[in-house]
């Protein structure tokens, strides 16, 4: 068995390893840099801790598939999470994951996202009349921000049940909360000390503002649903969300017990996670569709065909028809995938590949890697739904090298949601908007903050008239 000693690893320094090359808003990309470099399994250092990267993706799911039995999450996440109160799914492991994921998995099933139509309709007429407006006065458009109000709305009327309207309202103190709360956690992620726990820089400081910001919230949607649920009713009115089956639970006689605290991190866990991936998700889209005259076209007739004169997707079967539609959304996360990097540790000493893994050691899995290597995909770097259709003409596609949502048990749960919101909100661009990028704005760039965000996506929208 080959030691991970003798895997080959980027040139460091003593003591600091290479933190030095990597910059924590860009890390995925170096590790991606890396491994073009050196191939498919390496390894690299944060200080003293060897960790070790892998890219090749039967491995990674074989990883993947072994969860939670083989492989936990880095105790470094979970430290990271359960200091600022993300107690939940995300960050919980063996019979405490399983006892959560059996809680939260079935509120995210398609007969509940057809049960929540009306308000996720509701909320995609609001965005469109926004967009309305945008159009009349002919601004410029950063479609991430407005994604982000979208999704931020979706998510707490869906999971919640609170309709928040960021569209409609003032959202940018929460959106910044959000933000500032995704880019804190992947620099602490990458750094080599925690700092934080005994100096408070003025990024600290806005980041705890951001964290007191969201825990008040998440507290209004707890207190709102458990005074809907009681609501002098006899028996008590059943749970109809996340938020309400976890505190029907907490209340119910027999069962395992389930903390406030929990109750909390699954929900600050959803709110983060179901805002900034999917919002980052519609925002490429966009920035693809716009820079595409020939994919905007197509998907705009394919929409035609569907809606007829309704400006939105009226039933949540009809998004069954617009494959085309679909096929953008898996193109962009082929190239901007929603979680790209995973960190994990063996449970236990395990062989990977032919290689000791010792129990402890950090493995980075760089799940969006392959999406972008040239082994996995024909015109790897290129923007073409069509791969989607057409299996035929890119027969030499891997596309199960394409893991947007991962894989095995602990794949995402609110993958039917987050796919779900990205076709209502691209359909409904299509059906009444042109739309072009606006280059004035300046290039967009890729930052990571556990997902991968666009700096900006800057947009003209013009009313269509058919």
């Keep these: ?28 990309q170096v590790l991606c840099d890396w491994a073009r470099e050196l191939g498919g399994f390496y390894t690299f250092k944060i200080g003293s801790k060897c960790i ?10 074989e990883v993947l598939h072994e969860r939670p039995g083989k492989f936990r999450r880095w105790v470094k996440m979970e430290e990271l999470g359960l200091e600022v109160g993300a107690d939940g799914v995300f960050v919980a492991e063996g019979d405490k994951w399983r006892r959560h994921r059996r809680l939260i998995t079935p509120t995210f099933n398609l007969l509940h996202i057809k049960n929540a139509w009306e308000a996720i309709d509701a909320t995609t007429r609001r965005l469109q009349q926004r967009w309305l407006n945008f159009a009349v006065d002919g601004s410029s458009v950063d479609m991430r921000q407005e994604a982000m109000s979208y999704t931020v709305d979706v998510v707490t009327g869906f999971a919640f049940g609170y309709e928040l ?12 909360a959000l933000s500032s709360f995704l880019q804190t956690a992947a620099r602490r992620q990458a750094a080599v000390f925690p700092y934080w726990r005994y100096i408070t820089l003025k990024s600290d400081r806005e980041f705890n503002v951001a964290l007191t910001r969201i825990n008040h919230l998440v507290s209004g949607f707890i207190k709102s649903a458990r005074e809907r649920m009681e609501n002098g009713s006899s028996p008590p009115l059943p749970p109809v969300n996340m938020i309400e089956k976890l505190v029907a639970h907490q209340n119910s006689a027999g069962s ?5 605290g929990e109750i909390i991190g699954n929900v600050l866990t959803f709110l983060l996670a179901g805002e900034d991936t999917t919002a980052n998700t519609i925002a490429w889209a966009v920035y693809f569709i716009a820079r595409h005259p020939v994919v905007q076209e197509k998907l705009q007739m394919e929409v035609g065909r569907v809606l007829n004169s309704t400006a939105v997707i009226p039933t949540i079967d009809q998004l069954d028809k617009l494959p085309y539609a679909h096929a953008i959304i898996q193109e962009t996360m082929r190239l901007k995938p929603v979680f790209p990097l995973l960190t994990l540790e063996p449970n236990e000493d395990v062989e990977i590949q032919g290689v000791e893994v010792l129990k402890g050691t950090p493995v980075f899995l760089l799940i969006g890697y392959p999406g ?3 082994r996995h995909f024909i015109h790897a770097g290129e923007f073409l739904p069509e791969r989607w259709l057409d299996s035929q003409a890119y027969e030499q596609d891997n596309k199960k090298a394409c893991t947007p949502f991962g894989i095995g048990p602990r794949h995402c749960p609110g993958h039917q949601l987050a796919m779900h919101e990205a076709l209502m909100a691209i359909s409904m661009l299509a059906k009444n908007f042109d739309v072009k990028a606006d280059e004035s704005a300046g290039p967009t760039e890729e930052t990571y903050a556990f997902t991968l ?3 900006h996506v800057s947009v003209c929208l013009m009313k269509r008239h058919e």
Excluded: F, H, W
Excluded at 52 to 61: F, G, K, R, S, Y
Excluded at 165 to 176: D, F, H, I, K, V
Excluded at 256 to 260: C, F, K, T
């Design 372 to 374: 972008q290597d040239t």
């Design 1 to 28: 068995m080959l030691s991970i000693k003798k895997l080959p690893s980027p040139a460091g320094i003593p003591l600091l390893g290479n933190i030095l090359q990597i910059k924590p808003s860009r890390i995925y």
């Design 52 to 61: 070790l990267v892998v890219t090749e993706p039967d491995v990674m799911a």
């Design 453 to 455: 965000c666009p700096s």
């Design 256 to 260: 395992e017990l389930l903390s406030d």
């Design 165 to 176: 309207n960021t569209l409609e309202e003032s959202a940018g103190e929460l959106q910044g």
